[in-house]
C-alpha cells in the first residue's frame, strides 16, 4: 500500500525558517564581580523562534499517539551540524532537503498506523471523523480548527473508493503528520513593535510536554492547562517537578546533558567497538547518579566514582572483579585519574587531535559549555599559521605558548589553552599517563578573565573542585538548558536579560532537578518579546 497522494498538503512551507568576544555580560569584561542583580535588574522577555519538532520528539510523539512498537525504519530529519543543541529552531528547519524524509518517514508511520485504526460497524465517514478528530486534537496540541478537519477527511474520502476503510483513513493520518501545524510549535507572537504577549495554556502545556518527555501532554497537564492553572509559576513547576519523576523526563534530560558535554553520537577511532559501548554505558550510569543526586552538577564536576564491567576494569587499571562485559561494579579511582565528567574518556576524546591531546579544544570546552564565555571560530589559515609559529617538534606547551604570545591569536588562546594545560595528563583516549619518560606531566593550568574563578590550578582535580565551588559554572549550565529550552541563542541585546535569568534559576536548588524544574518559573517560558525586523 502506498499512501502518497497528489491532494496530500505540500509541505513546501513559505517559511523562511572575526573577534573573540569573552564576554560574560554587558559590562566590562574584565569586570566579572559585577553584580548581575544590580546590572540587570528586569528578566525582560525574550523573543522566540518558530520551532519544528526533532527527530526524538517525532518519534516519541507517534508512540504517544498510536503506540508502542512503530518501527521507525526511515529517516527524520536529524538536526544540521553547527548548533549546540538539537532543539534549535535553525538546526531544524524544512526546507527542500527536509521534506522528502519527512513525507518518507511520515508515510511509513501511516502505513503501520493502518493497522492499528479500530474497525467501522456503523457510518464509516463517522467513525472517520471521530478517529481524526480525536488523532488531530491529540497531534495539534489543541483542537483542530473546521477547515483542518475539512482537509483530513477530504483526504480520507478521496481514497476510500480505491483503498478499504483503515487504509483510507490512514491517508488522512498521513495528511495530518505532514501539517506545519503539527510539526512546528505554534505559539502567540506579538507583532513588531507591539507589547509582549503570553502564551495561553494549551502553548504552555505543549512546551512542558515536547520539553520534558519529548512528547505529549497527558490528562493532568491537559487539565491544568484547560483551568488557566499554568498561568500560575507555582503550578507550572509543581508540574514540571512531577513530570521531572516520569522516566520519560529521565530520557529527555539525559540526552539533554549529553548534548551539554557534546559527546552525543561520538565515536572514537582510539577506541574500539567495545570499549565505545561500555563508555556509553559507564556515562549513561554517571548521569542517572548525578540526577538522583542532592548535588548533581559537583558531582558531575568532581567525583571520583564510576561504574565498570571487564572492559573498563582494564582500561582504569583497577583489580579485575567483574565476569564479562554486562557484569557492572561502582569503584573509586585515584582522585587525579577521574574528576567526574571531566576525564571521562568520552570528552577526553572528543576534545583531542587522535591519540594526542588537545590544550585548545579541551579549554574551550570548559570555556564555552562550563562558563558561557563565546569564543568565535579560528579564522581560515589558522592551522598553517601555527606551523610557521613553532619549529617541527615542538611541545604542545611550546607550540601553545606561541599562541599566546601572537598578537593577534593571543586573545582567544588565552582563553582556552592555559585550560586545557591542566589535562595533559590524559591522552587522546582518555587514558591517565601522569609519568612520560620518567619526568611528570605539567599539569599547571590557569584560568584567566573574564571569570570569577580566574587563578592559577595544579591539574584538573584542582580545576574540578573551583568549577564546581563557583556559582558562575551553576549559572552557566543554568543558561545552557534555558537555551536548549527556547531553542536559540540569546542575541547580543538580550545578554542581560539571560544572565539574569540564569542566575535566578540557579538559585532554586542544588539538584539538578532544581534547575530542569525553575525554567518554568521565569516570565522568558510564557512571554514573547516581538522580533524587530
Not at 586573545?411 to 620518567?438: K, Q, T, Y
Not at 542566575?503 to 534547575?515: R, T, V
Amino acid at each position: 500500500m502506498r499512501l502518497s497522494t497528489p491532494s496530500v498538503v505540500s509541505l513546501a512551507l513559505a517559511l523562511g525558517v572575526a573577534s573573540c568576544t569573552g564576554q560574560i555580560g554587558p559590562g566590562d569584561g574584565d569586570s566579572p564581580e559585577n553584580d548581575l542583580q544590580n546590572v540587570c535588574s528586569e528578566e525582560a522577555p525574550l523573543v522566540v523562534p518558530l520551532q519544528r519538532i526533532n527527530v526524538l520528539q517525532f518519534q516519541q510523539v507517534m508512540t504517544d499517539l498510536f503506540g508502542d512498537g512503530l518501527v521507525f525504519d526511515t529517516t527524520f530529519p536529524a538536526p544540521l551540524h553547527g548548533y549546540p543543541y538539537s532543539t534549535f529552531s535553525a538546526a531544524n528547519p524544512v526546507a527542500d532537503a527536509q521534506v522528502k524524509p519527512i513525507m518518507e518517514t511520515v508515510e511509513a508511520v501511516a502505513m503501520q498506523v493502518a493497522d492499528r485504526i479500530p474497525s467501522c460497524a456503523g457510518d464509516e465517514t463517522a467513525c472517520a471523523t471521530d478517529y481524526l478528530t480525536d488523532i488531530a486534537t491529540r497531534a495539534l496540541r489543541r483542537a483542530p480548527e473546521p477547515d483542518e478537519l475539512t482537509i483530513l477527511l477530504g483526504l480520507y474520502a478521496g481514497s476510500r473508493p480505491e483503498m478499504d476503510y483503515a487504509e483510507s483513513v490512514a491517508v488522512g493520518v498521513f495528511g495530518l503528520l505532514q501539517m506545519p501545524q503539527f510539526l512546528f510549535l505554534f505559539e502567540t507572537q506579538p507583532e513588531d513593535g507591539a507589547a509582549p504577549t503570553t502564551l495561553d495554556g494549551q502553548e504552555i502545556a505543549q512546551r512542558m510536554a515536547l520539553l520534558y518527555w519529548n512528547g505529549l501532554p497527558d490528562d493532568e497537564l491537559l487539565t491544568a492547562a484547560q483551568s488557566g492553572g499554568l498561568a500560575d509559576a507555582d503550578e507550572r513547576l509543581s508540574q514540571a517537578r512531577r513530570m521531572l519523576a516520569d522516566p520519560r523526563a529521565k530520557r529527555a534530560v539525559a540526552s539533554f546533558m549529553r548534548e551539554w558535554m557534546m559527546v552525543k553520537g561520538h565515536t572514537s577511532d582510539q577506541h574500539a567497538p567495545d570499549l565505545q559501548a561500555a563508555l556509553e554505558e559507564e556515562l549513561s550510569r554517571n548521569i542517572e547518579d548525578a540526577l538522583a543526586s542532592e548535588d548533581g552538577l559537583r558531582d558531575l564536576l568532581t567525583s571520583s566514582r564510576t561504574y565498570v564491567n571487564s572492559v573498563l576494569e582494564e582500561l582504569y587499571g583497577v583489580p579485575s572483579g567483574s565476569s564479562g562485559p554486562d557484569d557492572w561494579r561502582q569503584v573509586e579511582l585515584d582522585s587525579n585519574q577521574r574528576v567526574g565528567i571531566l576525564t571521562h574518556p568520552m570528552l577526553m576524546s572528543k576534545f583531542a587531535n587522535g591519540d594526542k591531546p588537545s590544550d585548545i579544544l579541551r579549554g574551550r570546552f570548559v570555556r564555552v559549555n562550563l562558563l558561557c564565555v563565546d569564543i568565535d571560530p579560528p579564522p581560515q589559515g589558522a592551522q598553517e599559521e601555527q606551523g610557521q609559529l613553532t619549529p617541527a617538534g615542538a611541545t604542545i606547551k611550546e607550540q601553545s605558548q606561541a599562541r599566546l604570545d601572537h598578537a593577534v591569536c593571543g586573545g582567544c588562546h588565552r582563553l582556552m589553552d592555559p585550560i586545557g594545560f591542566g589535562f595533559s595528563a590524559f591522552d587522546g583516549a582518555g587514558r591517565w599517563l601522569p609519568e612520560v619518560d620518567g619526568q611528570a606531566v605539567d599539569v599547571a593550568g590557569n584560568i584567566f578573565p573574564p571569570s570569577e574563578l580566574e587563578g592559577g590550578f595544579n591539574g584538573v582535580r584542582e580545576l574540578g573542585e573551583r568549577l564546581a565551588s563557583g556559582a558562575e559554572v551553576k549559572a552557566c549550565f543554568a543558561r545552557q538548558w534555558l537555551r536548549y529550552t527556547l531553542g536559540k541563542h540569546e542575541t547580543a541585546d538580550e545578554r542581560c536579560s539571560m544572565e539574569a535569568i540564569s542566575s535566578a534559576m540557579s538559585l532554586e536548588g542544588s539538584s539538578l532537578s532544581d534547575i530542569f524544574a525553575s525554567v518554568v518559573t521565569v516570565q522568558a517560558f510564557v512571554d514573547r518579546a516581538p522580533e524587530v525586523k
